[in-house]
């Protein structure tokens, strides 16, 4: 298709980064299952390695199943470029890769993935990078937070366990303000409910694995560029503003312009990480995506129904879901993701946490796993099982006490799931 800003997000999710086949004319992207691409010629392949020429080269690189996702989940979060990457985790350590160097630090949301937390106060240690965790509701710590070596803010726009929203555009601001990027991780509530870099979001992250595949198919991440960060206004970014020695001198900002983060993060980050998609995985999300808007659209309408009628059962204390004028971030839904709060929450048992494992042991529609964004719904008691090695009051500070169950609301009949989670809460309960 011609790319055009009147198409919608219905017509994008299908046509965005495919086209017929130029060999075989086939109308679904191929899997182009292979590693190399022959060159044309010896100037070809010149060109392509010195980056004078887009094209392919190697699968670590790029590849045309690959780029064709790339384009889609670009458009649809309103882009000019995307990085696809093996896993959500990948996509993080790509986004901040360009950005980072030993005693750099980030300032993060204390409200984020598990999985998140682990990898950000604790493994890029390892690169000298480190994370100051703060409440993304305190706009002013979050400012206080940053200080001459922070490179980023990170947050998610709606964030897993709790489904808490941020306010996007107020932290974006103070981001800008300190002459940094604001990376907002949007798996949770994808480019259907939220677009990130229409609030200032400057990179935008997902874990492919979850509702743009939608169906538990496929690991994936991806990075998202808005293109609008000028990496040359300080001396903070020096990897895409100076020279980059191992293409001879060649500066990433200056050759690129709003591409620069993209091409880097793939002519260095692919090229030097090697965390790359396959083929295989991207043909799967592509196919998931088409249908995006549909699924997303059920997703809310099915956890609105189930969290009004847990939040109203004796047997809850209370249900975090942001979607119910009970919460707090309610306010925040019309701006930040006026299509809904998306479908993940935390719902609070009583009887704790014996009453929580009889729970998840007893439902039959709902499956217990580590996992969220599926078409079917999920749940999963983090306190015993992705929470178990922290004290009470880790779990209960990571909003996974020992009474709390975090739902991942499919696509069913939202009867049916609200039938399952009575006959459970009942077992779970007596
Ligand atoms: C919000 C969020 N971000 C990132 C990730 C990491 O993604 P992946 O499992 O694809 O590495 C997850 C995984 O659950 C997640 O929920």
């Known amino acids: 298709m011609t790319d055009g800003p009147s198409y919608g997000f219905d017509t994008l999710q299908i046509h965005a980064g495919a086209r017929p086949d130029p060999a075989t004319g086939a109308r679904q992207v191929p899997i182009y299952q292979s590693t ?231 002519a260095i980050g692919l090229r030097d990480l090697g965390m790359t998609m396959n083929p295989q995985a991207a043909h799967y999300t592509l196919m998931g995506i088409e249908t995006l808007s549909l699924r997303m659209d059920r997703h809310v309408e099915n956890a609105m129904k189930v969290a009004k009628w847990l939040e109203d059962d004796p047997r809850t204390d209370y249900v975090t879901y942001a979607g119910l004028d009970s919460s707090p971030y309610s306010k925040l839904v019309p701006k930040i993701c006026p299509r809904g709060a998306g479908a993940l929450f935390t719902v609070a048992v009583k009887g704790g946490y014996d009453a929580c494992v009889k729970l998840v042991d007893s439902l039959e529609i709902f499956s217990h796993v580590a996992n969220l964004g599926d078409t079917r719904s999920l749940i999963i008691h983090s306190a015993s099982t992705t929470h178990r090695q922290l004290t009470t009051e880790q779990q209960e500070a990571a909003g996974a006490g020992p009474n709390i169950v975090r739902l991942s609301i499919g696509i069913e009949d939202a009867d049916d799931l609200i039938a399952d989670l009575d006959q459970a809460l009942s077992k779970a309960t007596a």
């Not at 070809?44 to 094209?55: D, M, T």
């Not at 360009?98 to 300032?107: A, C, D, T």
Request: charged content about 15%; overall charge negative; glycine content about 10%.
């Open 36 to 266: 190399a691409y022959v060159f044309r010629d010896a100037e070809h392949a010149a060109a392509l390695f010195n980056l004078q020429e887009v094209g392919y080269i190697y699968s670590r690189l790029t590849n045309p199943t690959v780029a064709a996702l790339q384009e889609r989940i670009a458009t649809l979060e309103g882009g000019v470029g995307a990085v696809c990457c093996s896993s959500g985790h990948a996509a993080q350590i790509m986004a901040l890769f360009p950005l980072m160097q030993p005693g750099r630090n980030i300032v993060a949301s204390s409200r984020l993935y598990g999985g998140t937390v682990t990898q950000f106060s604790q493994t890029i240690k390892r690169f000298g990078w480190s994370a100051k965790f703060v409440d993304m509701d305190d706009p002013e710590a979050v400012k206080a937070a940053i200080d001459d070596d922070t490179r980023a803010v990170f947050c998610e726009a709606i964030a897993n366990p709790g489904g808490h929203i941020t306010d996007l555009e107020v932290i974006a601001g103070v981001a800008d303000a300190a002459g940094i990027p604001l990376i907002v991780d949007n798996t949770s509530a994808t480019p259907y409910l939220c677009r990130p870099i229409e609030h200032g979001a400057t990179l935008v992250v997902h874990s492919t694995t979850k509702y743009l595949t939608g169906n538990g198919t496929v690991t994936g991440g991806c990075v998202v560029d808005s293109g609008k960060f000028d990496w040359s206004a300080n001396d903070k970014f020096p990897s895409l503003s100076q020279p980059e020695p191992a293409y001879h001198g060649l500066k990433f900002a200056e050759t690129f312009g709003p591409l620069a983060f993209t091409f880097h993060g793939i």
